[in-house]
Each structure stands twice: as C-alpha cells, then as structure tokens.
C-alpha cells in the first residue's frame, strides 16, 4: 500500500447508535478521540453515539460531530495498528460533503479540535438554514444526468449529489421535490426515493449556511494538506489553505461531484480505496465507477481485525 491509496470519510446518513462503542472499548486511540470530543463538545458526545437515542443521534447538529468524531476515532485505531500508509504516502483523500471535514484533520490541515469546532458550527447553521427555508432531498436511480437536469429545471430543484452512474440526488423544497419526482418518473427514472432529511442539503436554499461558515472559516488558518483532497464542488485537488477554505464555502450549496472525484482519483493513479467511519455506502459507489477497483471498508473493530489478519 501507499502511493496509490485514497483515504474515503463518509457524510451525513452513515450514522447508527452504537457506532464506535467497540473502538472506544479496545483502543487507547479511539479512546482519546472520543475524550476529546466530550470535552470540546461540552457534553457526552460520546454517550450520543454509544447509546442514542436514535432521533437525537439523527438531527444535523449532533449527526456531524458524531460522524466526524467516529471517523476519525476509527482512523487513529487503525493507525494504531499500523494498518495504513503514512498519511504523506497517500494518493489522495477525499470526503463526501460533511467527510470532507473529516478528511482535513486526516490530512493535517486542521487538528481533530479545530474541525470539530467548525463542524459543530456547521451542524447549527445547517439545521437553522433547514428551518429558515425548508426543503427536503430525493434520490434517482436509473436516469442519464442530462434528462435529470432538464427535470431540475422544470421542477426549480437541483442537483446535490452525483454519486455514480444512474444514482443522482436532487435537493429543493418540498413541493419542487415531489414536482421533480413526478417529472423523473414519467421520463424513465428506474426508482424515485425521498431521503429522510432534515432540509434541502447542497442547494441555494443552504445559503445562510453558507454565509456563516465563511464567518467562521475567517479566524482559522489551514495548513496546507500534506496530500491533496479531492474536493466535492470541483471534483479537483486542492492543497493550499486558501484552496481548502474556498472549498468550505463553496460545497454547501454546490453539488457533491463524488462520481467525477472517484473518476479523478481512478485516472490519477488510485488503485485502493479505504473508506473509513461508519457505513459501506462511500465504497459501493466506487464500485459503481469502476467494478474491479479494489476497496476496503474499516468501520469497527471486526473490520480491523480482519485487515489485520488479511496484512498479517
């Protein structure tokens, strides 16, 4: 490994209480992180995604931290291993909307505190921007990105995430959703699903969001990434720190471009993908851009141990 490994760190959705309880239990290093959340969080964080409930566990505000904070508990165990490259050794990084927080205190541009701290303030904006201007999301399944497009516009809905060939989410209000739904079903869409969200995720209406992440990005100087991540809006590397701050202020309301960056990825000499934090949805999709590319999955100490053993 290294050289051609990508670094994977999953959004929004992955969570499940219960998640990290194992790495907290078994390694010093998970350990330390989820400490440091509860402590930077000012209250059990921890406890939040040990124990739930679920419905707290699934608002915005508590969602990313925990995902956050699960992610990288789980990359510093693996570390601990020695189950991954170095970090330098890295082709890429990259990270789906919230991952892509995520991926920054794994690439040092940021410490694990720093981002939380921005991620905590994400959530808040994001669940107000959800009550400001309400909306919801819905995922299309088996309809070519130009026919979805001319959808989006009839419906006055967007594009949120381009996540693999025939799988598109569109975001917008409410009525605009269940308008584009009808549109995309009547013009072939294979299956139509509306997500369980709290809001309409990477589209106009997360604007106010978007104004005060960029208040809050203002005070916090970003180190360059010691690899480059693949961001989400552009589906290009950034490095720098200005790069990655105009990143952060641009992804809110942009789509997620994850079909483009794996293919970025894949062309730029990635021949291994580890996703790392809860879920398995990050490299499904990889799977879906290219079938024979390999990937690994470490979410829990099962899975550790079995790449353990497989490395042995």
């Known amino acids: 490994m290294g050289g051609s490994v990508a670094f994977l760190f999953p959004g929004q959705g992955a969570q499940v209480v219960g998640m990290g309880k194992d790495l907290y239990e078994e390694f010093p290093a998970a350990r330390q992180v989820f400490q440091e959340a509860d402590a ?73 505190a720093q981002v939380l701290l921005l991620v905590k303030e994400r ?76 809001a309409a995720f990477h589209s106009r209406l997360m604007q106010p969001a978007s104004d005060g992440i960029a208040r809050a990005v203002a005070g916090v100087t970003f180190q360059a990434a010691q690899v480059p991540i693949v961001a989400n809006s552009t589906a ?25 960056s794996v293919e970025y990825m894949l062309a730029h000499g990635a021949t291994e993908f580890i996703e790392i934090g809860p879920g398995r949805v990050l490299t499904g999709l990889v799977k879906r851009v290219n079938g024979d590319v390999k990937t690994v999955n470490l979410s829990d100490v099962v899975s550790l141990r079995e790449l353990q053993t497989a490395s042995a």
């Open 123 to 198: 959530g808040h904006l994001m669940d107000e921007a959800g009550q400001l201007r309400p909306g919801t999301m819905a995922a299309i399944m088996g309809l070519e990105e130009e026919a979805l497009a001319e959808v989006c516009r009839e419906a006055d809905v967007e594009m949120a995430n381009i996540n693999s060939p025939g799988q598109i989410v569109i975001s917008g209000t409410r009525e605009g959703i269940a308008r584009g739904m009808e549109l995309a079903t009547a013009r072939g869409a294979r299956r139509v699903v509306p997500l369980e969200v709290s």
């Open 236 to 260: 290009q590397p950034v490095v720098t720190g200005q790069e990655i701050k105009e990143e952060l202020l641009r992804q809110l309301c942009a789509p997620v471009r994850w079909q483009a």
């Open 40 to 112: 930077t969080m000012g209250f059990p964080l921890s406890g939040l995604c040990f124990n739930g409930p679920e419905e707290d566990l699934r608002r915005t505000i508590n969602t990313q931290p925990a995902i956050l904070t699960t992610s990288y508990a789980c990359l510093r165990a693996a570390q601990e291993l020695g189950l991954l490259p170095p970090v330098a050794e890295l082709a890429f990084a990259a990270g789906h909307s919230l991952g892509e927080y995520t991926a920054l205190a794994a690439v040092g541009s940021l410490s694990f």
